[in-house]
């Protein structure tokens, strides 16, 4: 293919030419008003410059018919339109074309984000209306989605004047958050439970604080299944966590070894498999996952976003996991961010239920059904309704055991660190004291059997 590019006056002129030269086959890429080069040609009227793409094994044959026909040629043509032709090779078409279509993404997601400023940015709200809009902004709710709840609040009250604005509000969240749905087990039946999410929201504490919830207080027979073999130190933290709950762990290499793996699980209740997050656009990872969920065929998947993601990085991890069918949103660090818009907006963007939050740690406490309504009322109050993320205490609460410690030992970790003291003296200095012994997690905290003391978490 060759592009051509015609100077005319006008439109017709040009297509006139265009198909008198090239042929109805040719195809017109792009027009636009130009102005010639040169001091003459500045208050002179501006030309039409059309681009046009064509196959020159088409144009004899043409000519031949255009000859025989009463006669007419290229060289006639440009002397009576004083037309100017340049011509382009193909590799310059493919450059324009590459130009174009970055041209054309880059003004797509220009229109995307300020759609709203142009329908939007003047309306007149009434003024209870545009102090909620003011706090939607401010609490990270995105403008597009806040303008629209703000209309849907206005209309509602000029239908009914005498309702509270905020309360219209309110109701409206939790039309848009719907109701939660954690998992549940029913009884003699095994669920097993997906989770995915890109690396560093959380996804393996995640899965323990699941694994201790239903094996410690809903007293279920629970198994993990680790694929995640990519990251350094996942391996050792759940083994760690799994020696501690009492639950068995499995660790597969290779997509082929799932079968096996559920198969050796066949006695658990519930069997959460944990996967390893790669960056958006890895269609490896993509084919890995599509693998394991054919072989898995999983009751429930959950999908971990963080809360402290911005909305142009939340829509990139939704728009990748987009290959999953169905699946539930897990919202991690919710304890980390003041703003509660971010929830409203992975619901939003995603179209999927909510499931969880987690909110620190702490193992297991630190994963709760979402409450909906308080997150709603928080986003009617303002982000100064919403606490800030509390400080670190002064002294923290013994935690688990350490990446390779054993679980039997004849020093306790330190209440600062975990670390188990190297020395007889180092370990006298250590305060409070603890018992020696296994440690193991209960429903009330870590504890150290054959000891009277508990240790809060």
């Not at 025989?68 to 440009?78: F, I, P, T, Y």
């Not at 545009?130 to 703000?150: G, N, P, T, Y």
């Not at 899965?207 to 993990?224: C, R, T």
């Not at 986003?379 to 923290?396: F, M, N, Q, Y």
Request: aromatic letters at 6%; charged letters at 30%; glycine letters at 6%.
């Amino acid at each position: 293919m060759l592009v051509k590019r015609y100077h005319a006056t006008d439109m017709q002129q040009a297509m006139d030419t265009v198909i008198k030269e090239l042929g109805s086959d040719a195809v017109i890429l792009n027009s636009r008003k130009v102005r010639k080069k040169g001091i003459k040609n500045l208050f002179r009227k501006p030309v039409l410059e059309v681009m046009v793409a064509y196959d020159p094994a088409k144009i004899p044959a043409m000519k031949k018919l255009n000859a025989a026909s009463g006669g007419w040629s290229a060289d006639k043509a440009q002397k009576d339109q004083k037309l100017r032709v340049e011509t382009a090779s193909s590799e310059q078409l493919e450059r324009l074309d590459m130009r174009m279509d970055s041209f054309e993404a880059s003004l797509s997601d220009f229109m995307e984000k300020f759609s709203f400023v142009k329908r939007d940015i003047t309306y007149d709200y009434p003024e209870p209306v545009q102090e909620l809009l003011l706090k939607m902004i401010e609490d990270q709710v995105r403008e597009e989605l806040a303008h629209s709840l703000a209309k849907e609040t206005e209309l509602m009250l000029r239908k009914q004047p005498e309702t509270n604005a905020a309360e219209v509000l309110e109701h409206l969240l939790l039309e848009r958050f719907g109701r939660p749905q954690p998992i549940l087990h029913k009884k003699f039946t095994q669920k097993v439970i997906l989770v995915l999410g890109p690396t560093g929201v959380g996804k393996t504490t995640t899965i323990v604080k699941l694994a201790a919830d239903f094996s410690v207080k809903q007293k279920k027979k629970v198994g993990i299944i680790n694929t995640d073999t990519f990251r350094i130190g996942a391996q050792e933290q759940l083994q760690t966590y799994a020696d501690i709950l009492g639950i068995p762990l499995q660790v597969i290499y290779w997509v082929d070894e799932l079968e096996n793996a559920l198969e050796s699980m066949s006695d658990r209740d519930i069997i959460f498999v944990d996967t390893a997050g790669k960056r958006p656009g890895d269609e490896q990872h993509k084919k890995d996952m599509l693998d394991i969920v054919r072989i898995l065929r999983p009751e429930d998947t959950l999908l971990c976003l963080s809360a402290t993601t911005g909305f142009a990085a939340i829509k990139e991890m939704v728009d990748t996991y987009g290959f999953v069918d169905d699946y539930k949103l897990l919202i991690t660090k919710l304890d980390e961010t003041k703003y509660r818009g971010p929830v409203l907006n992975i619901s939003w963007y995603a179209q999927k239920p909510l499931a969880y939050v987690t909110t620190g740690q702490n193992v297991p406490d630190d994963i709760e059904v979402i409450n909906v309504e308080a997150i709603a009322k928080q986003i009617v109050k303002g982000v100064d309704s919403t606490p800030e993320p509390a400080p670190l205490p002064i002294s923290v609460p013994i935690p688990a055991p350490t990446l390779g410690q054993t679980r039997a030992t004849s020093k306790a970790p330190t209440p600062l660190t975990g670390k188990v003291p190297e020395t007889d003296s180092e370990a006298a200095n250590t305060r409070p004291e603890v018992p020696a012994g296994v440690w193991r997690m209960d429903s009330g905290g870590w504890i150290v059997e054959d000891a009277e003391l508990r240790i809060e978490k």
